[in-house]
């Protein structure tokens, strides 16, 4: 089944405690990004990667980090979490084929808490 | 920057009736992609419909469908035949065609309820 996993889907953890969210993606997916999703914001991208070792900040980067080591993984670190990064967390692949995009593929999210 | 507009927060429709959920984007951008996503209380975003800019005609899926009015940026989602599982949040979202990244820009959701 093509899909996106992610994990954990819930987490709690203490200020300060570095922790990784996981994403996979079976689909031979060239686009990975990741969203954050807060109440009456909607979601926000928070980066993305175009390729193997090609990342870039989204919207709203700050206190996250990323990495592209193979095509199916996009892992999300949070060095240093902060009690403002408690949020919904969204992985997402997508391709592009010729001049057809079919929109992005979601995990079923990660809901962090940072107490 | 573009930016994507859902102006009504919430909704609420009787099942078997018809509801259509608002919204609107800016662009200065000539080739895009719109789509609607839906958010049931399970969480999981799901595609609803996806439309291309440079075609005139509005896409349909089902009980799905959509007025795309490029002149006017309006991009609404109508729903026929609403059933229970229908209720869920649902997000427009407005995706540029070309560009190092292909990021969706969403709009605040609406909340749409059905009522049996």
């Known amino acids: 089944e093509a899909q996106v996993t992610q994990n954990p889907r819930y987490l709690i953890t203490v200020t300060g405690k570095k922790l990784t969210v996981t994403c996979s993606q079976n689909m031979n997916h060239e686009y990975m990004s990741w969203y954050r999703q807060d109440p009456g914001l909607g979601l926000r991208q928070i980066y993305y990667s175009m390729n193997v070792e090609v990342t870039d900040k989204g919207d709203v980067p700050e206190g996250y980090k990323v990495s592209r080591k193979e095509k199916r993984n996009f892992p999300l670190i949070l060095e240093s979490p902060s009690p403002n990064q408690t949020s919904l967390y969204f992985c997402a692949s997508s391709f592009f084929r010729d001049r057809g995009s079919y929109g992005y593929t979601f995990g079923s999210g990660t809901r962090l808490t940072v107490v | 920057a573009q930016t994507v507009t859902q102006s009504q927060p919430e909704m609420s429709v009787q099942e078997a009736e018809t509801v259509t959920l608002s919204c609107t984007y800016d662009t200065s951008e000539n080739n895009y992609y719109l789509f609607w996503y839906k958010q049931p209380p399970s969480r999981q975003m799901i595609l609803v419909i996806r439309?291309?800019?440079?075609?005139?005609q509005n896409a349909t899926e089902n009980r799905f469908s959509v007025n795309f009015q490029k002149a006017a940026k309006s991009f609404s989602l109508k729903i026929s035949d609403s059933q229970l599982g229908d209720t869920a949040m649902y997000f427009c979202?407005?995706?540029?065609?070309?560009?190092?990244?292909?990021?969706?820009?969403f709009g605040k959701g609406i909340t749409l309820s059905v009522r049996p």
């Open positions: 439309q291309e800019a440079y075609k005139q």
């Open positions: 979202a407005f995706m540029k065609h070309t560009g190092a990244n292909s990021k969706l820009t």
